[in-house]
């Protein structure tokens, strides 16, 4: 008999799963809040480094999940651990009784709104990472007019406490930049600034994307946090900083400031992990078994993650997160699963 | 005027040369004799201007040059040597050495033997009013052999210009191949000539075949020997009896005419200039501005050989090609001023190209001047030297006060106690070398080991020695650098300075004028050591291979004493050039808008070229050059051979 | 600008304040700077608006002034702090209301950081019964004045006699809102509107028909500082934080400053004469300047106080033009006349400021 | 005009908006390595000159583009052109000819 899998998050991480899962052969159920799939990926236009276009990748995730049976506008109503499994109940009537559950509910963009001191959604030309992605999917964004000089914040609404996070969300500083190119390649005239705390583009050819912006595109990097945004009469943008390499403060005035909101855990996905009674770390990301040697497992048998679901991720990371799970429930689902007799004795080794 | 004949050749009633046209002129000379006129027009008032433009006492001094007979010696040497015999080439290279000689001696000749036969047997026509500027060029047309009555005195000359024709033809066979073949005369890179170039050339290329063939036609008439007789014969088995030859004597004097109109616009200008360049530069005069005065001649002298792209370590990019001596030269004599400071400011300054000029052109003085006219005026402010450097700062740690050393060493204590504070030796590292610690270590162990006393000048860092400044043609900033290291070091009251940087070492000896202290590049003072037995050293089999850093060796021609030292320790291997051929590592401080990736380039060839023979270490005595093989060994596609980089200290001292 | 986006950032710093029975504290700088604010504050409240606002003569200054410039130990401020709650406490009070900025921000850091080290609380719970034998309280709810405005601002408005509007073209006035600095930047979640962008005073001036100037420097400190202006040598800084916000201001052309601090108005005031004076420079119209008033000033003129009785004759820059503009009725002879009808004396004129 | 005893006093905040794009292109055109420097500040850590007097190249980069180019000739004007700044830069800045760079530029009337 082929066990049922449940996947809650239809993102690339749910998608890549799920694909992976339908070809070792199993039953794989996968449910997305929304109407489309892949999540932010859907709604973004170009990946880093190389710019690749966002729907191909996608759509080459999606094609890869041809047999999953796919569940959008579908969410969670309840959820019931039984023995060994787990019984669910959708929201679209249907019940499940699956084997495994994977959660791949991803992350939010941080909502710039809280930074109150970037004016975002009252000022009329501060936007964030997200609305000039969908600029440049869309092609027109009444904010977006011919700009002159173009600001990039970089961490907002990551490495600050205030906002509720610590920690750095990872992607943002190579959105950024390719950002800042993808921007000036746009408007050949402008001049772009990105204000930085720390570069942290660690990835393999990040450091070209940064040195390519730099030397082809003319971008300035100013080591400072922006702290203050004002607007002037004419609805220009004035921001204070501090060039923190310079130790002086500074001022500037932009035409459009764009704030790199953070990865925020998904709060869709914490009222599942609710549902469930999961834990989650002090970040707000759920908890998993092991952060090193099992990162997809959570505490409770049965139950895997992937994804930024337990921490941001890059989109390579993440899909590679996907494949791992798939191969961990794989793993549960033939070694421990079937032993009935012995199940709680695998478990408690194994798990 | 009696014919010279009369007196030489008293037997003959016959005259042997009767004058076929008596007028000794035809219409066909035109284009030659305008050719010629404007060409001398345009090189007197040339020479007339160019040593006007000499400062009065370099020129007071060329003119009694010329009369000192040892620099009489050293001019023709230098004159038959280089402009006639082209020595130098063919020392490197020696078919194109042939080729240059074929052409320049054998035309000069062919020139010097016309006018002598016209002198023998017409001396009348010597006169310039009787056609002297063209007569003994076009001698052969003009007259007519008295058949029988052919001397041997009258063979002997048609012989010898047989012979020369043909020794030009051989070179112009030679030039018309290397223009399309040019790897072969052993360049692998020539020059792209220019229209004016062209036109020379072309008409270079065409003169002696048409003077062939001219003389040929005529050959039945007016004599000639093996070449030109044998030709003629051809040409009556070919067409008859009736030879048309005057179309002939037109191309062959329209060809000479175009040649000398386009030879002052041309490369081929060197010909002439390279004999004022000579006598100029025998005379000991310097240029001192980058086109005016001697620099003209020495930019005239320039025959755009293209040696020098050969030698220049840019070539391994061809787009880096362009920054080349000879086009430097080229765009100096067309003052194209945005290219010749690109240029200027692009080259290594490696002085390569001006070691293998075969007129001695000295490129990177000239770029050094060009430098200098742009960036001597930019502002610096170096108020704070003085109180920077002092000799204060030998006091510091790096000073091993000789009681000390001499406790350690087991030398007796120094008997005057205010000479004990006085070194006899002053090292001075220099700032690079303070980048490679390692060369610091080496030598200190080096002094250490052979009981030397001295002090250390910059331990703890010193300021430059001016040579940068100098190659950046801030030569007034450089001043106010070396005044005060000058100052520094003459109070410390050494007697000898031991550098460890050849960069340093060139300013300091050529531009710091230390009286009664011996100035003295580590590998001379180490190979000293080792020579009088103070530094004992043992041989192993270590294959070293020694580069030659441009500064010491070219610059300062120190060659023999590294390798000699370097012979002690290990078994030096070859590298595929040179001495004086050496190849620039690329991390030269000449050079200031060649870019990393540019220098990389140049770095790996000069590795190839080091590990010809399969060398276990690469050997060099400049950190500049140590600091850039090291980073090149592990960042070139020669990071999968096992080479290591060292410095001669640290061999020397193992 | 998003009026809507700063509608929703309004909605989340909302504080609850109680609509009545409070115990008044002064501010010590106010009282004579600008005297009749408070008298202003005491009379809407109490006799307009029918409220019962307590207040004693044995409170004392909070020390925030000497605590900010470093000259009395933390917990002796936080000792005569409990005192003034406690005689809040002991006239039968839990609201407290002050009229100082400064004090507010300092009766808020104080209450914080009992709350974060109870044992300091304790010590000076102990500190207060040794030395005023006094029983140690806490206000419910500790309150500023301006925000007691703020939740009557319908109410004045309602019995207002005039709008800030140019009676001459109809247009709203242009007004600059300018928080004191320990109003809320402190704790933004102490203030109505938060930090970024305070409602408190906009509040009021929506209310009363004005319209918002919003200028890049509006969260720019008005100079003040303490330190900054206590010691002669500082004061240049201090001069150059106002002549920042005025320059920021200028292209806006505001009509009117309203403040809710003591030290706001006075050096939003005098230093627009300094900058005059040793500069030339007047940001107002034809060479006068901006009035900086005080919000119970404003409310006074709103609800048809005389202005001499509101004591705007104490301000440097003239409020002739400002009044004109409202359309509010005013001797000029009795400008510099007294409450008792004595001359109080004009100040000298200036040769640069209007 | 009144003394007062003290005045205005002159703000350290730096003006962006004061940034000189035609010079600094004029810059870039003849030494693009000016735009990839990333202010690890390697060349001012061995400056020869920046041992006795203050003399940063970053800084000068940092100057330029923060629109104070007085200072950023400042800050190269005891430079001695002696190199080692080339030797350690890790991104390969030509740092000689762009420090010669700057002042030909920003000197220049």
Known sequence: ?????????????????????????????????????????????????????????????????????????????????????????????????????????????????????????????????????????????????????????????????????????????????????????????????????????????????????????????????????????????????????????????????????????????????????????????????????????????????????????????TLADARAAAVEIDRYLTEIFPDARNYKQLVRERW | MTPLYQFLAAQAEVPEVIDRIPSGYSHFVIPFTIGITFFLCWIGVGCVRLLAAIPRNDRIRFWKSLFIPKTIVKNLKDLFGDCLFHLKIWQRKPLLGYMHSAIAFGWFMIIVLGHIEVALFVPARLNVSRGGLFYPIFYRYFVWMNPGHTTLKGSFFFFLMDFFLLYILTGIGLAVFKRFRSIVLGMRHTTKPSLADRIALYSLWLIFPLRLLAESFTADLSGGSFLTVGVNHFWHFLFGDKLMFLPFWWAYSISLGLFFVAMPFSRYMHILTEVLWILLRNAGIKPHHPRKGVAEAEIYACSSCGLCLDACPMNVQKKNLKYSSVYFIRFLRRHNEKKINAIADKCLMCDKCHALCPVGVDAPALRRAQRITVNNSLPYDYSYLPSAVSAGQLSGPGRVHPRFAAAEYGLSPAADPAGAQKPEVLYFAGCMTHLTPRIIKAVEKVFKAA????????????????????????????????????????????????????????????????????????????????????????????????????????????YFEPRAALDQVGTLVKAAKEYDESICCGGSLGSLTLDTRDRAKISESSLDNLLANSPETIVTACPLCLKTFSEAVSNSKHKYIRVTVKDFAEVICR | MIYEGKQKIWSEYQKEIPDDHYFYVRSCIRQSFFPASEATFLDITRNKLGKDIFETEHHTTCGGIAYHSDTIPQETVMTIIARQFALMAKNGYENYVCSCI????????????????????????????????????????????????????????????????????????????????????????????????????????????????????????????????????????????????????????????????????????????????????????????????????????????????????????????????????????????????????????????? | MVDFGFGLVPSSRMNLDLFDKEKYEELAEIEPDVRICMACGSCTAVCTAGKYT????????????????????????????????????PRGINTRHLILSITKVYSAK
């Open chain 3, 102 to 354: 400064t004090s507010f921000g300092l009766y808020c850091e104080t209450m914080e950081t009992w709350r974060e080290f109870p044992e300091l609380e304790a010590k000076i719970r102990e500190n207060l019964w040794k030395s005023c034998k006094l029983e140690f309280a806490k206000p419910k709810f500790l309150i500023h004045a301006s925000d007691l405005i703020y939740k009557y601002r319908k109410l004045i408005a309602a019995q207002a006699v005039r709008k800030l509007v140019n009676v001459h073209t109809g247009e709203p006035l242009k007004v600059v809102e300018h928080i004191g600095c320990h109003y809320s930047k402190m704790f933004p979640s102490k203030g109505v509107g938060g930090a970024e962008y305070p409602y408190v005073l906009v509040g009021m001036i929506e209310a009363w028909g004005g319209e918002i100037v919003d200028y890049p420097e509006r969260r720019h400190c008005c100079g003040f500082g303490f330190r900054q202006y206590f010691i002669k040598g500082n004061r240049g800084y201090s001069l150059s934080n106002t002549h920042k916000k005025f320059e920021s201001m200028e292209p806006f052309k505001p009509d009117l400053i309203i403040t809710n601090c003591p030290g706001c108005p006075y050096f939003l005031d005098r230093w627009q004469y300094v900058i005059a004076e040793s500069t030339g420079k007047t940001y107002g119209q034809d060479g006068h300047g901006i009035p900086a008033l005080t919000y119970e000033e404003v409310a006074g003129l709103v609800m048809g106080y005389d202005p001499w009785d509101l004591g705007l004759q104490t301000h440097q820059v003239g409020v002739e033009p400002l009044l004109d503009k409202m359309g509010v009725e005013y001797d000029p002879a009795k400008k510099y006349l007294g409450k008792n009808g004595k001359d109080i004396g004009a100040p000298a004129p200036c040769s640069c400021l209007k």
């Open chain 1, 1 to 317: 008999m082929k066990n049922n899998i449940l996947i809650i998050g239809g993102g690339p991480a749910g998608l890549e799963a799920s694909a992976q899962l339908q070809r070792m052969g199993y039953n794989v159920i996968l449910i997305e809040k929304d109407s489309v799939l892949g999540g932010h990926l859907a709604k973004w236009d170009r990946l880093f480094p190389d710019g690749v276009p966002a729907d191909e990748v996608l759509s080459g995730l999606i094609h890869g999940t041809e047999g999953v049976k796919l569940f959008t506008e579908t969410e969670i109503r309840a959820i019931n651990r039984l023995e060994k499994s787990y019984n669910v109940r959708l929201t679209n009537g249907i019940t499940v009784l699956s084997d495994a559950v994977l959660i791949a509910s991803g992350f939010d963009l941080f909502n710039a709104v809280k930074k109150e001191e970037y004016g975002y959604g009252i000022y009329d030309r501060v936007i964030t990472n997200a609305d000039l992605e969908a600029y440049f999917k869309n092609g027109s964004d009444k904010r977006i007019d011919h700009p002159k000089r173009i600001g990039f914040v970089h961490c907002v609404g990551s490495r600050d406490e205030k906002s509720g996070c610590r920690s750095c969300s990872k992607v943002c500083c190579a959105t950024a930049v390719k950002q800042a190119i993808e921007v000036k390649e746009s408007f050949p005239d402008a001049e772009v600034f990105c204000f930085y705390m720390d570069l942290r583009l660690f990835g393999r050819h990040y450091e070209d994307l940064y040195l390519k912006a730099q030397k082809e595109y003319g971008v300035r990097f100013i080591r400072g946090r922006v702290a203050e945004v004002s607007e002037n009469i004419d609805g220009s943008l004035v921001i204070k900083a501090e060039d923190t390499v310079a130790s002086k403060p500074l001022k500037a005035t932009m035409d459009l400031l764009v704030l790199m909101s953070g990865m925020r855990p998904s709060v869709s996905g914490k009222a599942v992990g609710d549902l469930l009674e999961m834990t989650v770390e002090e970040d707000g990301y759920f908890a998993v078994r092991s952060g090193i040697a099992a990162g997809q497992r959570s505490p409770l048998p049965g139950l895997f993650l992937a994804g930024a679901a337990t921490g941001p991720k890059t989109l390579p990371e």
């Open chain 4, 54 to 89: 203050r003399t940063s190249l970053r800084e000068a980069i940092e100057d330029i583009k923060n629109a104070k180019p007085e200072k950023a000739l400042e800050m190269l004007r005891a430079c001695q052109l002696c190199g080692k700044c080339s030797m350690v830069c």
């Open chain 2, 451 to 558: 009981g030397v006393e001295y002090a250390f000048a910059d331990r703890e860092g010193g300021i430059c020695c001016g040579r940068p400044l100098m190659l950046a043609g801030k030569t007034e900033a450089a001043a106010k650098v070396i005044e005060a290291n000058k100052k520094m070091i003459e109070e410390s009251g050494c007697t000898t300075l031991v550098l460890s940087c050849p960069i340093c070492y060139k300013i300091f000896r050529e531009e710091y004028h230390l009286e009664g202290i011996k100035v003295v590049h580590y590998t001379q003072f180490i190979n000293d050591l080792i020579a009088s037995g103070r530094l004992p050293v043992s041989k192993s089999d270590e294959k070293i291979v020694y580069h030659d850093p441009c500064e010491l060796g070219r610059g300062c021609n120190v």
